[in-house]
């Protein structure tokens, strides 16, 4: 054993001791339980004080005259819960009307802890009725037995995408971006990713169109932070949402292909949700109470200022960029948009955004302010900063001097969102219009032994040939020295891809010398080819639409059967197939085909995946089956029905059917307004005498809640065994799917694991 590790096993023994006394105690109270001061984990609770913050935010008059205890009393309370119906399925109304009219009627005169519910209420600002909060903290939600269905609602809802429990100031910065189903939208910081799925709401603002012209480029420096970002996105099923792994300060210019030849991608929209200290989200991140101090805001001023500079560089003219931070501190906030507009010399200018949310209540930006040290030393403008200071404190982190240029940068157009003006957290917004190039685009460097005229025959999009903005020396500086111009570059990048080590159609990821990966290795993305033996038989299994866009199909392959096929848009193909050099993606595409294990024995080796069923149903014109209300819920409760246990509708029309994968399709009749009125696609499978659906549980869940059936939760040891008697008892459908379509069934809830509260009666069991 090394000195080290006896000196900690020393120390563990010594801290053994001294708690001996207290355990010794407490067991002879409690069974040998934990002391209950404090927390659960008996941790002492946190103080909501610090001197230094209070100090800090009074001396910059942050909040109205008067106003200064109601400011730290609504910091000092827990933040409300708050949830979002996602707005682009169609099933949004349907939720709504399940809400309001069952689980909202049951909170009414509810006392939990002997706290009276209120009873949620829809944000005022937020449009349609399609965000609400309540006073219910989460740990309310989840201990009390009394709302232990509205929990398991909001869970088995959040799962399927179709709830999103987001805080009601997050929802802000989508909504001023103002997007529509046809822009190029990049996500800068993107994780965890409540803002990235608002974002791919209102590219589907239209159901039935189901490729949209934009797609959301969503991006995070954190690799881990990714996956998380990948899982949120996948709720809401896209083909229009790629996600990439990069430092948001100098994520690379992307090119695409516009009729043969390569442009730069300019985004119509870009949302640059800033890394901050966080110090708006005192009431649910307590630990800012005792960690807060000026110095994180002075070291994050920097990261920010370059995230907002990159992400103007690649806004398109006329395009809007929206810049938030969840922090209160002007050095964060003002501070930057000031540095930003200056630098843009007229470039970008702050859209007055005051009408766009009727019914928020925010103030208006500040437009001075002053800079404080961790000690509690202040400074006024740069010139007072001892030269020892520089390197903490820089000159962007003050207003401008000139009142003249300080005024026409218009800072009151920010917003500002206090805590208790609508018992939210706190939050700034800053909403900027690109008027024209940044004027570093808009110079040509003077090239050594090369003329700039090259630059004219690139001109690239409408906002001019750009510069790559990079932290360190930026690719301007090294044009300055070795000469190469945007057209070159673009030449280049042509002749290395055009080279022939490049295989057609596939997108991997990045060689090692030029980009390090962190993380885990991604497989690559490949393309199906036109000729491809594998398309025809799905095609004509299908009847697949003419229209039906096949070039947009890939896998995750190069070698071997391939498993999955998946889908993205034309728009996003583009961008994958011209910067495979250039970026890591981590995850694009919907699945919309798996291959069933023992294929062959059908006309077509591929099943349909649920998860994609809503993008590639409009293109389907065989082996729909269209199901009436009760047929569905059959369907949903019972594993594997029996043909004739269906209306005489549907046996009609399945029973000369081959078997294999089916559409299952429901359409609500508008003469009878009581029942479900949004649209129903299901994937089943056609066997020898039954129909099986294959949809995830929770997805299941929320058509059986839509159809008015409240689904019990059984108890988990109990489901087990009952699955288990039910599997053996219904025949193996395995051998007529193969092992992909069971491990999907197995995640849906069967026969034997679900109960039916509104029939009056359980399943057969």
């Not at 309001?100 to 209120?118: H, I, R």
Request: aromatic fraction near 6%; include cysteine.
């Amino acid at each position: 054993m090394g000195r080290r590790a006896r000196s900690r096993r020393l120390q563990q023994q010594q801290q053994q001791q001294r708690r001996r006394p207290e355990d010794a105690e407490v067991g002879s109270e409690g069974g040998g339980k934990r002391s209950d001061a404090g927390w659960e984990g008996g941790y002492p609770e946190i103080v909501k004080e610090n001197k230094l913050f209070e100090h800090y935010y009074q001396e910059l008059k942050i909040v109205p005259e008067g106003e200064w205890d109601q400011f730290m009393e609504a910091l000092r309370e827990p933040l409300p819960a708050t949830l979002r119906i996602t707005g682009y399925k169609s099933h949004a109304k349907e939720i709504l009307h399940c809400l309001k009219s069952k689980y909202f009627k049951e909170l009414e005169d509810l006392e939990v802890d002997g706290q009276k519910v209120e009873v949620p209420q829809p944000l005022s600002w937020y449009p349609e009725e399609l965000a609400w909060h309540t006073n219910l903290s989460r740990k309310i939600l989840r201990k009390s037995p009394q709302l232990e269905k509205f929990h398991q609602f909001l869970v088995s809802e959040t799962e399927s995408g179709n709830i999103s429990r987001q805080e009601a100031v997050s929802m802000i910065p989508p909504l001023l971006l103002n997007a529509h189903p046809h822009h190029k939208i990049l996500d800068m910081c993107a994780a965890p990713g409540s803002k990235t799925t608002q974002l791919i709401e209102m590219l589907h603002a239209d159901m039935n169109v189901p490729f949209p012209e934009g797609f959301v480029i969503a991006n995070d420096v954190d690799n881990k932070r990714c996956y998380l970002l990948v899982h949120q996105a996948k709720r809401l099923s896209s083909p229009c949402i790629m996600v990439v792994n990069h430092d948001a300060s100098c994520i690379p210019r992307l090119m695409i292909d516009v009729n043969g030849r390569k442009e730069v991608l300019f985004y119509d929209r870009i949302l640059c949700d800033v890394p901050c200290s966080g110090d708006g989200t005192m009431r649910k991140n307590i630990d800012v109470w005792k960690k807060w101090t000026t110095l994180n805001s002075l070291q994050l001023h920097g990261l920010q200022l370059r995230i907002a500079t990159r992400g103007a560089e690649q806004l398109v003219e006329g395009g809007r960029m929206v810049y938030s931070t969840c922090s209160l501190n002007p050095i964060e906030d003002e501070a930057v948009i000031a540095s930003l507009l200056e630098k843009s010399e007229g470039a970008l200018e702050l859209a007055d955004v005051s009408s766009e949310l009727p019914g928020l209540k925010w103030m208006p930006g500040l437009t001075q302010w002053k800079v404080m040290m961790k000690d509690g030393q202040w400074f006024a403008e740069w010139d007072e900063v001892p030269h020892s200071r520089h390197t903490q404190i820089r000159p962007t982190m003050f207003p401008p001097k000139d009142p003249d240029k300080l005024q026409a940068m218009h800072l009151e157009r920010c917003l500002r969102i206090l805590p208790h003006h609508q018992n939210t957290g706190g939050f700034f917004v800053a909403v900027l219009v690109k008027k024209s190039s940044m004027p570093w685009n808009k110079r040509p460097p003077k090239l050594q032994g090369e003329s700039a005229k090259p630059r004219d025959s690139v001109q690239s999009s409408p906002a001019g040939p750009t510069v790559e903005k990079a932290e360190g020396p930026s690719e301007l500086e090294r044009k300055l020295v070795t000469g190469i111009g945007d057209a070159e570059i673009i030449e280049r990048t042509e002749d290395l891809e055009n080279n022939g080590n490049k295989k057609d159609g596939v997108c991997g990821p990045p060689p090692s010398k030029k980009m390090k990966l962190f993380g885990f290795k991604e497989d690559p993305f490949v393309f199906i080819p036109e000729d491809d033996p594998l398309f025809p038989p799905i095609q004509k299994f299908y009847a697949l639409d003419p229209s039906f866009p096949r070039m947009n199909l890939l896998t995750r392959t190069t070698e071997g059967k391939k498993r999955q096929l998946y889908m993205v848009s034309k728009e996003l193909r583009n961008v994958l197939l011209n910067n495979s050099e250039r970026m890591k993606v981590i995850n694009t595409g919907i699945k919309v085909w798996c291959r069933n294990n023992s294929g062959e024995e059908f006309d077509c080796a591929f099943r349909l995946a649920q998860e994609g069923i809503y993008t590639l149903y409009p293109f389907i014109n065989s082996r729909i089956i269209t199901v009436s209300l009760e047929d569905v819920k059959i369907l949903l409760t019972q594993e594997n029905p029996f043909l004739r246990k269906l209306s005489s509708e549907t046996y009609s029309q399945a029973k000369d059917l081959a078997k294999g994968s089916v559409v299952l399709k429901y359409e609500p009749d508008p003469t009878k307004p009581d029942t479900l009125q949004c649209p129903i696609v299901l994937c089943g499978w056609r066997g020898k005498a039954s129909i099986r659906t294959f949809v995830p549980k929770n997805e299941r869940l929320h058509y059986l809640r839509m159809m008015g059936l409240e689904v019990l939760a059984e108890k988990r040891k109990e489901g087990t065994a009952l699955t288990n008697e039910s599997a053996a008892s219904s025949g193996p459908p395995e051998d007529e799917v193969g092992t992909d379509a069971s491990a999907e069934q197995a995640a849906s809830p069967d026969a034997a694991s679900i109960g039916i509260d509104s029939a009056g009666a359980a399943l057969p069991r």
